[in-house]
């Protein structure tokens, strides 16, 4: 390990970084391309000119050509991935009451949601009125998938932007979106994340997302080849393609606090059983220590660093997130049991 390590502090996980971070955001100087200068200022600080696209056009624009294709061909106007954590869920709440549109929610069920996922779905989808169906792959493919994950070589716009198994998930998630989507003639996607956490527009074409779910499952092939065969069924092409994916959260002013405030009111509660950074997966955490202690950075100080510099955060609201992972260790080693792995924490 490089970089950090870990206390328990009250029987709560805290990490301690070890080196100096950007004095206007919270990038590390041992994050790839951070290159402080002599005020300690980062190269991304320095040279950023790309800010994430709040748009109202552009969320409107990808909805009515999406529209334009379902009218009176299929029975929803998007498919939504649907994952019950707080921002898939508020884009939920936004497309059926902000736009009106008729929302097919759809989730991949990867073994590891919160005990309270289930119950915030539900509330959340019956206070709009939206269909559901929940995807769940076999047990030995998901974990098989995580695990070749941990271990996998990625590549530096897989790690620098998340952990390696977030984004193998992400590409399961993806491909079954787009299979579903087929399924039901439907040809938007709809997704929900914080805005700046995977692109800064509010729209990707499908071959965007191709490019994603391959770049983040051709690793986990090439190291276990045994999961070709169920990682083709999961990410072959079925019918008609959808044109893209849309993030309602783009024609909004984004914050945290806002979005909670909205969720309370359709019955969402947060959990208790993730990590600070995650609001509906119980691997989240472990995922965290896992690359922290390999890369020694937070595979979500990019995604912070970023709305430090736009306002959507406060480098004390990012660095509090960055150091507390709200975890006992007890409850990361429970999980690596569960999936069957040592614990990150053990593993020197």
């Known amino acids: 390990m490089t970089g950090a390590h870990f206390t328990d502090d009250d ?6 970084f070890e080196q100096k971070l950007c004095v206007r955001c919270v990038l590390p100087e041992n994050f790839p391309g951070s290159d402080f200068d002599a005020d300690g200022v980062c190269e991304y600080c320095c040279t950023e000119v790309e800010r994430v696209d709040t748009s109202r056009g552009e969320v409107d624009q990808a909805l009515a050509e999406g529209l334009a294709r379902t009218a009176g061909v299929a029975d929803y106007d998007c498919v939504l991935l649907f994952s019950g954590g707080k921002d898939s869920s508020l884009s939920l709440i936004q497309l059926v009451e902000e736009h009106g549109l008729r929302v097919l929610a759809m989730t991949l069920d990867n073994g590891f949601l919160s ?7 539900s509330a959340v989808l019956d206070s709009v009125g939206a269909d559901h169906i929940v995807v769940r792959p076999q047990k030995r493919v998901m974990h098989g998938v995580y695990r070749s994950a941990l271990t996998s ?9 998340s952990t390696a198994a977030c984004g193998s998930c992400i590409g399961m998630v993806f ?3 787009m299979r579903t989507a087929a399924s039901y003639g439907v040809p938007l996607l709809a997704g929900g994340w914080t805005p700046g956490q995977l692109t800064t527009s509010a729209f990707v074409p499908a071959s965007f ?3 994603v779910i391959d770049r983040n499952l051709d690793p986990v092939r090439a190291t276990t080849p045994a999961l070709n065969d169920d990682l083709d069924a999961w990410t072959r092409d079925s019918g008609e393609l959808p044109t893209g994916l849309v993030n309602p959260l783009y024609a909004t002013g984004y914050t945290e606090a806002g979005a909670l405030k909205i969720l309370e009111k359709h019955g969402w509660h947060a959990p208790r059983d993730t990590d600070s950074c995650s609001t509906n997966c119980r691997l989240n955490g472990l995922l965290i220590v896992d690359h922290i202690k390999k890369f020694g950075y937070h595979p979500y100080v990019y995604e912070m660093a970023h709305h430090v510099r736009i306002g959507a955060m406060s ?14 260790s007890s409850a990361v080693g ?15």
Do not use: C, W
């Open 315 to 328: 480098r004390d609201e990012a660095l509090s997130k960055l150091r507390n992972v709200n975890l006992k």
């Open 175 to 177: 491909a079954a979106g």
């Open 153 to 161: 070589s990625f590549g530096p716009e897989t790690v620098k932007y």
């Open 115 to 121: 005990q309270v996922t289930a119950a915030n779905m």
């Open 11 to 16: 029987d709560q996980l805290v990490v301690h």
């Open 334 to 348: 429970a999980v690596a049991v569960e999936l069957g792995i040592p614990s990150p924490l053990h593993v020197r």
């Open 209 to 211: 997302l191709r490019e």
